[in-house]
Nanobody
Framework: VQLQASGGGLVQAGGSLRLSCVAS????????MGWFRQAPGKEREFVAAISWSGGSTYHADSVKGRFTIARDNAKNTVYLQMNSLKPEDTAVYYCAADSAIATILKGSSGMDYWGKGTLVTVSS
């Protein structure tokens, strides 16, 4: 599976962006999916996760109420809708896939698949 994240860019504080992560090579429907981010000089952190069916979602406290993860298995795509963006949301955002959502929730480096990141910059 190859994952390609897109949708990043420069936005003012309070604005919105929608990130997409498209999979190729294999269907995403068998995998739980997650979004992570890494800000300059900081460790990678968990942002959100979604079960293979989309029936369960999880969001980090720092983004709860502002970000929403969703997926469309027919399009082999996972989304991260980001609203009310803050300068502290500035980071490279990565999508990841794993057969076990627990692995994603733990933020394990042993994820089955990682995508290349997309940069989100929020100006104040």
């Amino acid at each position: 599976v190859q994952l390609q994240a897109s949708g990043g860019g420069l936005v003012q504080a309070g604005g919105s962006l929608r990130l997409s992560c498209v999979a190729s090579g294999r269907t995403l429907s068998a995998y739980a999916m997650g979004w992570f981010r890494q800000a300059p000089g900081k460790e990678r952190e968990f942002v959100a996760a979604i079960s293979w069916s989309g029936g369960s979602t999880y969001h980090a406290d720092s983004v709860k109420g502002r970000f929403t993860i969703a997926r469309d298995n027919a399009k082999n795509t996972v989304y991260l809708q980001m609203n009310s963006l803050k300068p502290e949301d500035t980071a490279v955002y990565y999508c990841a896939a794993d057969s076990a959502i627990a692995t994603i929730l733990k933020g394990s480096s042993g994820m089955d698949y990682w995508g290349k990141g997309t940069l989100v910059t929020v100006s104040s």
